[in-house]
């Protein structure tokens, strides 16, 4: 069976390691954190000294890091470790070109890549429910394939050539973007007008809008639970931003996407250590209304 690696052990990285464990892997850790390399060992984890230490002891790495020149230095490090025996997989959302440009670093040694962004937030890393947005060669994709469903519920491989994953995962997040816009301005708006919080939440519950992200958003809106859910606004905003990137490359024009990039640029502003539903805070206060049950 192939020892699994685990570059980054944040809320995302450490689910993915709880999950290749309890699937009965070997999982080996590195984080900058002391306190996320306890908690790994806590789970059953071993944890290493540094990432290139993870890439001699490990067959397959997982990267979950928070931007592409992490990624890039990761990657360069574990290759020299890995060598032709093992593929490692970008699980992180950065740009398409990024991942590119790591694949042929990985690629001079031999060393295979998958890149496969998830979605999915704290929730689906802990439970193993994630979605996956992979692509690799059909043989990579088969052979790692077992590996990969130890995380995920819903695997979509939408691709062979690295950089498909980036692509779908950037254009799910104009998606998501853009209906976090509508959750918060909608409910200010109805609570601004005099309706109640709960009143709102049940009658979008049961319209053709309601989802799980909605229910979810809502909830931890009117529980006033706005840091410290596992949805920082930050990666948002990063991901937004690599989606606007994408969008003036390819000349597609984004009036929505470019409202709630705006509007998280705002919110990142006033409440940079706050998740994404902070952003109802700032609404509030420029409409002089509390959105609660």
């Known amino acids: 069976m192939e020892k699994i690696g685990i570059i980054g052990l944040g809320n995302m990285g450490m689910g993915i390691a709880k999950n ?3 699937s009965g892997y070997s999982a080996t850790g590195y984080d900058l954190r002391d306190s996320c390399l306890k908690e790994l060992i806590k789970n059953g984890g071993e944890a290493a000294e540094s990432v290139e230490k993870v890439g001699e002891a490990c067959d397959v790495v997982f990267v979950m890091v928070m931007n592409g020149e992490q ?3 990761v990657v360069t490090k574990l290759s020299t470790g890995l060598k032709d025996r093992g593929v490692i997989i970008i699980t992180a959302t950065i740009t398409p070109e990024e991942v590119r440009v790591a694949h042929k670093i990985a690629q001079k040694n031999n060393i295979k890549m998958i890149d496969s962004p998830v979605s999915g937030g704290l929730q689906g890393a802990h439970e193993g429910t994630l979605t996956l947005m992979t692509a690799a060669e059909n043989e990579v994709f088969d052979k ?3 590996i990969l469903e ?3 519920k819903n695997m979509f491989h939408v691709g062979v050539n690295i950089g498909d994953g980036q692509t779908v995962k950037a254009s799910l997040q104009v998606f998501i973007g853009a209906t976090f816009t509508a959750i918060f301005e909608s409910l200010v708006l109805g609570s601004k007008a005099g309706i109640d919080g709960k009143i709102l939440y049940d009658v979008f519950s049961s319209s053709g809008v309601s989802s799980p992200l909605f229910k979810n958003c809502a909830s931890l809106i009117m529980d006033r639970k706005f840091e410290n859910t596992g ?3 930050s990666t948002m ?3 937004l931003g690599i989606s606007m990137n994408m969008a003036k490359q390819n000349g597609v024009p984004m009036f929505t996407a470019a409202a709630a990039y705006e509007l998280f640029q705002a919110g990142i502003s006033m409440y940079p250590e706050g998740d994404n ?3 109802v805070k700032l609404l509030e206060k420029m409409s002089n209304t509390k959105v609660e049950w």
């Open 20 to 22: 290749v464990i309890n």
């Open 144 to 146: 790692y394939k077992p």
């Open 150 to 152: 130890s995380i995920s």
């Open 71 to 73: 990624v890039k230095d």
């Open 277 to 279: 539903w902070s952003i």
């Open 237 to 239: 905003h990063k991901d």
């Open 231 to 233: 949805s920082h606004i």
